[in-house]
């Protein structure tokens, strides 16, 4: 696949440190519509730091993030939303107490004077779980009664329910079982042809391997590698997660 | 509506229990179902039923407040005050309601931005209103007897005793906001999970203020009927009431957790507690077996509603 010359997300020569430890060292990310990004590290490597400044969570001591070629400034998860990027949690962020229309508008309510509008809510949160195939026998259960695999793909229809452009996935199928897993990534595939760039972080490289089309792995808070996924094996991949050294390729393309 | 639907219904259920009550207490006594008790009780409710509104929006929350009972006394002693020196009843009344909801405000701010734990906070709110109260007052008891209150706590409109309409009003517009509109939305987003509120863009602390104002400012208007049927605003007055309001809560199955539960069914919990006093009573027997029994009725109406939801 050829990536659309414009990507959509930059980060460029992010830094990050809290106090005395520093998390990242000039790391970059680049992230393509229509593409699934692998982004690779064990746990300190850096990969939750710097998503967590995509998302707005944390911002970075030095760097720049540039949406679609412009300059963005993202200080809180309000204004990662503004740029169109959503980030959905491993831990299932819903409200069990809810049904799916309350859980899919939350905090952006329809409304007229303040009353809710439940039937447009419900008609629209109908339309949204039709549009990814996602099957719910009734609107109106709490998503508590749920499988697992309902919700999270309550969370993505959410997550994407708003113009997004870019879809964060933390980990989406680390609380799911083996048929919930795929059912959720059948629904990224959907994704990525309506042109959402997703950017998939995953601690199974089994997945990560048959899933993403790019990868990048961060060690020590720097990138190692940058490049379409089957440009590697999976034990490379696992070699250079562990050992932090990038393994040479003709036609890879680490860093810049 | 589907039948099971219906079923699911806490409403439903607690009103069973009311009404199960009612009948075996009218078997027991022939002057329970009498109008004139049913006048008395339903004078007797009406307090704690119009607390008991704002304390199951603050439960369903996912907080409490401790600090009702004070406000109330707060409010009906500034509303007494201001009657002592001629201030016209209806200024005197809005005074009172904007001193509970100011109470409120503060209960708000504390927890949100103090973030200091809604029990801890209101804990501190019952100590310093009830304090404030007995300050204005120097300990004693105004005498109110202006014919506005005296019609608010002995008239009759239609037949029906004007307590009675403060109750209605109150649990109409609660239960309209709480299902109809935004904020009532966000109350229950809140009370199932704060986090994900939070997470979602829902201003969490902005609705947790007005939250604790609308029970402070049901706490005044509380006050308003208080001040009728007693005639007088002693600083002392309401003392522990907040421990019943949330009783009636608890007894109408909202859960404590958060979330879950509908207002209307701490109105019947306030009934279920107001008919066992009153059924008692006219049975006869010491008032100290109704703490007693109250008591058990809480622990047993959680009891059921574990049950419940382990199905």
């Known amino acids: 696949m050829m990536p659309d010359p414009t990507p959509l997300v930059e980060m460029r020569h992010i830094s990050k440190h809290f106090g005395g430890l520093q998390a990242l060292t000039d790391a970059q990310l680049e992230l393509y519509p229509g593409e699934v990004l692998g982004v690779l590290g064990h746990n300190g490597a850096g990969k939750s730091t710097l998503i967590k400044i995509l998302s707005g969570a944390e911002t970075a001591s030095e760097g720049a993030i540039f949406v679609e070629g412009r300059k963005a400034q993202i200080s809180g998860p309000n204004d990662a939303r503004a740029y169109g990027i959503e980030t959905i949690y491993q831990e299932l962020a819903l409200c069990g107490n809810l049904d799916a229309p309350a859980n899919l508008y939350m905090g952006r309510e329809l409304h007229k004077w303040g009353f809710l509008r439940k039937k447009a809510m419900a008609a629209e949160a109908t339309k949204a779980l039709g549009r990814l195939n996602i099957r719910i026998q009734s609107l109106d259960v709490e998503v508590d009664s749920m499988s697992g695999g309902q919700r999270q793909a309550i969370s993505i229809s959410r997550a994407v329910h708003f113009d997004t452009k870019i879809l964060i996935m933390d980990e989406p199928t680390a609380a799911l079982g083996m048929e919930e897993s795929k059912m959720v990534m059948e629904l990224t595939v959907e994704l990525k042809k309506q042109g959402i760039g997703i950017i998939w972080i995953s601690h199974d490289i089994h997945e990560v391997f048959n899933f993403t089309d790019r990868i990048t792995i961060l060690h020590g808070g720097k990138n190692v590698v940058t490049g379409p996924t089957k440009e590697f094996t999976q034990d490379e991949i696992v070699s250079m997660i562990i050992s932090g050294l990038a393994v040479e390729r003709r036609t890879s393309a680490a860093g810049d | ?311």
Not at chain 2, 217 to 230: D, E, H, I, N, Q
């Open chain 2, 1 to 311: 509506m589907q039948f099971t639907r219906i079923r699911s219904q806490p409403l439903v259920w607690i009103l069973l229990v009311a009404v199960l009550l009612a009948i075996v207490l009218s078997f027991l006594s022939p002057f329970f179902m009498t109008v004139g008790n049913m006048t008395n009780l339903s004078k007797q409710v009406s307090i704690v039923a119009i607390l008991a509104a704002g304390q199951a929006v603050v439960i369903i929350s996912g907080g409490i407040d401790l600090s009702v009972g004070s406000v109330l006394a707060l409010s009906a002693v500034v509303i007494g005050a201001l009657i002592q020196v001629d201030v016209d009843p209806l200024i005197a009344t809005l005074a009172g309601l904007a001193v509970g909801t100011l109470a409120g405000l503060v209960n708000g701010i504390v927890i949100t931005h103090g973030k200091i734990p809604p029990f801890i906070a209101t804990l501190g709110m019952l100590g310093i209103a009830r304090g404030l109260a007995l300050v204005i007052t120097k300990g004693v008891s105004y005498q109110v007897l202006v014919p506005f209150f005296l019609y608010i706590g002995n008239a009759k409109f239609l037949g029906l005793p004007i307590p009675l309409y403060f109750v209605v009003v109150t649990y109409l517009v609660v239960t309209v906001m709480l299902h109809t509109s935004v904020f009532g939305r966000h109350v229950y987003a809140i009370g199932g999970d704060e986090r994900v509120a939070r997470l979602e863009g829902i201003p969490v602390d902005r609705q947790k203020i007005k939250i604790y104002m609308l029970s402070g400012f049901l706490a005044a208007l509380a006050a308003v009927v208080m001040t009728g049927r007693l005639a007088a605003t002693p600083p002392s007055v309401a003392q522990g009431i907040e421990l019943q309001a949330i009783a009636a809560v608890i007894i109408g199955g909202v859960s404590f957790v958060g979330g879950r539960g509908i207002v209307l069914t701490a109105l019947i919990g306030a009934l279920i507690m107001a008919m066992i006093t009153n059924g008692l009573n006219i049975l006869g027997i010491s008032s100290f077996y109704q703490q007693v029994l109250i008591g058990m009725v809480i622990i047993v109406a959680v009891w059921l509603d574990n049950l419940k939801s382990q199905k």
